[in-house]
């Protein structure tokens, strides 16, 4: 199958009707094929049932759907076994759950987390509610004027400090850079510290592979690959996850409970207490079955296609600052923007009106926003729907919402 053709667009719904709206808000949450929510429906109306628990046909069905489902995911980033894969409600509870188990387990007062400036809240707030439990420090990867993160910067933080840990994004939701993922892990590595790569936007934009990484941890969530809400993905190497403590405790995280306590079950089992997100993991594996009858090279190429178009667009307008790499080759899926004299909120606001959906705000993303001395920004965000028509149909939207806020 080929992007960017009217087949891509048939299999949504949303997208198929009489005035579909210009959906340039991807990074926020994509838009759901219908092969995801036919998945889910079958699902509800036709095998509903606890997973891992009693003995009937109904369970047993959706038990096997739901560790398909963990199958699917392991075999999409690449993983050694499946166990190594842990669903979480999204990859914001992925990230506190590392906080909570492995960092709050292996880290001790005067350790260093690093943090890349790029980060999104998701990998901010969960560390520093660990400095502040633990005593930890938090250390920051700054970037350049073209919000590019500064590799280097990490060597001198690797050997001023103990660092336990380095997180980083895999691609900026704000600019749509790609830090050097594989670098950022041999330096953390050869220092002694691990690596966790938050690939919210990534995994949706790039192939992501974890054993060519060789991170140590990796979350996104299910609602920005095409794939419902209320799921996100762990992925932990298997020694990692065997010396992890427990992160909710309830049903079906145990091996056994008496009055005195509980022995954890194994992984992935230890880490998903109580009933999972059955239907979502089920729509997961639909979503990740239905992007890959596309490949990446195409997706990559109709997705610079569209940067490029939207870049254009951009920097021919006047008073436009975009933010973040100059280049559209340097950057994947959004495009965050000012404008001279107008705020983003106004500017976004106009456009939903005529039907583009963009998103304003710092987007989760206050500390970058902050060093780049912009409190907030319009973002353009793109997905395997999106035409060069709807490049076309920004641009007129924008000349006449600023034609109005100018006045
Ligand atoms: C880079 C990045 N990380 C983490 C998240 C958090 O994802 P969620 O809200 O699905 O947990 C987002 C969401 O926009 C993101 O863009």
Same mark, same amino acid.
């Given at each position: 199958m080929?992007?960017?053709?009217?087949?891509?667009?048939?299999?949504?719904?949303?997208?198929?009707?009489?005035?579909?709206?210009?959906?340039?808000?991807?990074?926020?949450?994509?838009?759901?094929?219908?092969?995801?929510?036919?998945?889910?429906?079958?699902?509800?109306?036709?095998?509903?049932?606890?997973?891992?628990?009693?003995?009937?046909?109904?369970?047993?069905?959706?038990?096997?759907?739901?560790?398909e489902a963990r199958k699917t995911v392991a075999s999409f980033v690449g993983a050694m076994y499946t166990s190594e894969i842990i669903f979480t409600k999204n990859c914001t509870e992925a990230i506190n759950l590392v906080a909570r188990t492995w960092a709050e387990e292996h880290l001790q007062k005067g350790d260093t987390v690093v943090l890349s400036l790029l980060e999104h809240h998701s990998n901010i707030v969960p560390w520093q509610q660990l400095a502040t439990r633990k005593g930890v420090h938090v250390e920051w990867i700054p970037v350049d004027k073209e919000g590019k993160i500064q590799t280097g910067e990490i060597d001198a933080i690797l050997q001023r400090a103990t660092v336990k840990l380095v997180c980083v994004t895999g691609l900026s939701n704000v600019t749509g850079s790609r830090p050097d993922i594989?670098?950022?892990?041999?330096?953390a590595h050869d220092a002694g510290a691990?690596?966790?790569?938050?690939?919210?936007?990534?995994?949706?934009?790039?192939?992501?592979? %974890?054993?060519?990484?060789?991170? =140590?941890? #990796?979350?996104?969530?299910?609602?920005? @690959?095409? *794939?419902?809400?209320? &799921?996100? %993905?762990?992925?932990?190497?298997? =020694?990692? #996850?065997?010396?992890?403590?427990?992160? @909710?405790? *309830?049903?079906?995280? &145990?091996?056994?409970?008496?009055?005195?306590?509980?022995?954890?079950a194994e992984s992935p089992a230890r880490f998903e207490a109580g009933t999972p997100p059955i239907a979502q993991a089920i729509g997961l594996k639909a979503a990740i079955e239905w992007l890959s009858g596309y490949s990446w090279e195409e997706m990559e190429a109709h997705e610079q296609t569209l940067m490029t178009a939207c870049m254009r667009v951009l920097q021919r307008m006047d008073g436009v600052s975009v933010i973040g790499p100059h280049s559209a080759t340097e950057r994947s899926g959004c495009i965050s923007f000012t404008v001279d004299g107008v705020h983003p909120h106004d500017l976004t606001d106009l456009l939903g009106q005529e039907g583009i959906a963009l998103r304003a705000g710092h987007h989760c993303a206050q500390p970058l926003h902050k060093h780049l001395g912009v409190p907030a920004t319009s973002r353009v965000s793109f997905g395997i729907y999106n035409t060069e028509e709807e490049i076309d149909l920004l641009e007129k939207g924008m000349k006449k919402a600023l034609d109005i806020l100018k006045i």
């Open positions: 080929a992007t960017n053709t009217p087949d891509v667009r048939s299999q949504f719904t949303a997208l198929r009707m009489k005035a579909p709206p210009v959906y340039l808000d991807c990074a926020a949450t994509a838009q759901t094929p219908d092969a995801v929510i036919d998945a889910m429906d079958e699902y509800y109306r036709t095998y509903c049932a606890n997973v891992h628990r009693g003995m009937h046909g109904l369970t047993e069905r959706a038990t096997l759907a739901y560790e594989a670098s950022m892990t041999k330096k691990l690596i966790l790569v938050d690939a919210a936007q990534l995994a949706v934009h790039h192939k992501v592979d %974890v054993q060519e990484i060789d991170c =140590d941890f #990796l979350t996104f969530s299910g609602h920005k @690959l095409y *794939g419902p809400t209320g &799921i996100g %993905v762990l992925y932990a190497k298997r =020694d990692l #996850l065997r010396n992890m403590p427990p992160f @909710l405790g *309830g049903g079906m995280m &145990i091996q056994d409970v008496t009055m005195e306590g509980f022995t954890p």
